[in-house]
């Protein structure tokens, strides 16, 4: 999910910033760069920085948790502020100015923002609750032993396919690419494609194909792993869905949207667990869930984990009070974080005991995913940013279209990347 450009491009547009003191919405100033307010009384005030997220009732949730913290510590207000559009560029350039927010959330966790200074270490914030976030939240935001991050949400994002669909055509949901690829072109008809997995016909298909195939993205040290045999195979495999004019593209709205499979476009979709309810509303219980396939016999199917991360300015000057929001509502309110998991479509919790009594979550398809997360989810390299992803997207685009040599765009790509990486990193 900016990080993840795509999560980004499915939120909404609403805009604002609210400030709530002593349990009050004291004030209410709507802009598209919001800046701070004073609160009434109290000695230290928070500004916290969300996302527009799109889902209905989010930001009224987020108001309420504030609303809640500053009840139990009237001391401090804090500020929500809602930023629409481009929130990835207007935090960074934020982040360089008086104005940056004390609190504020990310995408795929960014390792270049604890390099630069920006985001506190939260090990404290943690405490003995650390062991009970799952392992994926742990490692995502572990930067030379020290946790820089709280996740907030994972969210889950898998193969959608329509059970009457694949039955009528005889077909198995696919467990290997040829599987998958054989399926889509079989699904295929004059009306119809047979998958959708982005309008650019790539959307997270590089990233899981290299990863089913035992292969890497970054390494742990930092060193690009995408130039291997194992990716390269993989990645040419990609051409196969565009030869056989089987992927949808060009929808009216991307892969983060179910809209092309519940109506009916396409049988089979990568889509996020944060779509499900819609899904459900649409199609009943016919669908099901799947890992993007081993790319052979023998390999490993991938889920894609991303989700928001809960981070504290290290240069705030409320930083003690920063970190203790942090900890008041992403480790100690077990109800809040259930509640922001599940009752805006559907996220699965960090925390595993929290995860484990999300009602909505414990039962059908939905516990289906998060079981599919636990055992196959893979999260984006923290130096994964926009100049990284951005070489190797469009080296998997030109790949997929034929267009040059895959050995040589792919180790190109990994050259720009390695340097990219090695300014991240000061080398």
């Known amino acids: 999910m900016s990080a993840r450009r795509a999560e980004l491009s499915r939120r909404g547009f609403l805009t604002g910033s609210l400030l709530v003191a002593a349990g009050t919405v004291l004030t209410t100033a709507c802009s598209t760069d919001p800046t701070g307010g004073s609160s009434s009384g109290a000695k230290t005030t928070l500004n916290v920085w969300y996302h527009a997220y799109g889902e209905t009732g989010t930001q009224q949730a987020v108001l309420r948790y504030a609303t809640a913290f500053t009840k139990a510590n009237p001391d401090i207000a804090v500020k929500v502020t809602w930023v629409p559009g481009d ?6 350039a934020t982040l360089l100015t008086d104005a940056a927010p004390d609190v504020f959330e990310i995408g795929d966790f960014s390792e270049a923002m604890v390099r630069r200074g920006q985001i506190a270490a939260l090990d404290d914030v943690y405490g003995s609750a650390r062991s009970d976030f799952n392992a994926n939240a742990i490692g995502s935001v572990t930067v030379d032993g020290k946790l820089y991050g ?44 047979g998958l959708f997995v982005g309008n650019d016909g790539i959307g997270d298909s590089a990233g899981n194909a290299v990863w089913s195939n035992g292969g890497d993205l970054v390494t742990p040290e930092g060193k690009v792993a995408f130039g291997s045999p194992q990716a390269l195979e993989a990645v040419t495999a990609l051409k196969r869905l565009h030869d056989d004019k089987s992927l949808l593209l060009g929808f009216t709205t991307d892969w983060w949207d179910p809209a092309a499979f519940t109506q009916g476009v396409v049988p089979m979709q990568w889509c996020g667990l944060w779509a499900m309810p819609a899904v459900q509303d649409a199609l009943g219980d016919d669908f099901g869930v799947i890992p993007w396939p081993a790319f052979k016999a023998g390999g490993t199917p991938v889920v894609r984990v991303g989700g928001w991360t809960e981070c504290v300015n290290a240069k705030s000057k409320n930083l003690a009070a920063a970190k203790k929001f942090a900890q008041w509502l992403w480790v100690e309110q077990s109800s809040l974080q259930r509640d922001f998991a599940e009752s805006y479509g559907f996220h699965v919790p960090p925390r595993k005991s929290v995860a484990a009594t999300a009602e909505k979550l ?42 040059g040599d895959p050995a040589a765009l792919l180790a190109d790509a990994a050259k720009k990347a390695q340097s990219e990486i090695d300014k991240q ?3």
């Open 425 to 427: 990193l000061g080398r």
């Open 150 to 193: 709280v996740k907030m949400i994972d969210d889950v994002i898998m193969l959608y396919y329509r059970k009457s669909v694949l039955a009528k055509a005889g077909i198995t949901p696919p467990a290997t690419f040829d599987a998958l690829a054989a399926a889509a072109k079989a699904l295929t008809t004059s009306k119809n494609k």
């Open 87 to 92: 929130y990835s560029g207007k935090l960074n």
């Open 362 to 403: 414990s039962t059908g398809t939905a516990k289906e995913t998060v079981v599919l997360a636990e055992k196959y989810g893979k999260h984006n390299p923290g130096t994964w940013d926009t100049a990284i992803s951005s070489a190797f997207n469009a080296a998997a685009v030109k790949i997929a279209g034929g267009e």
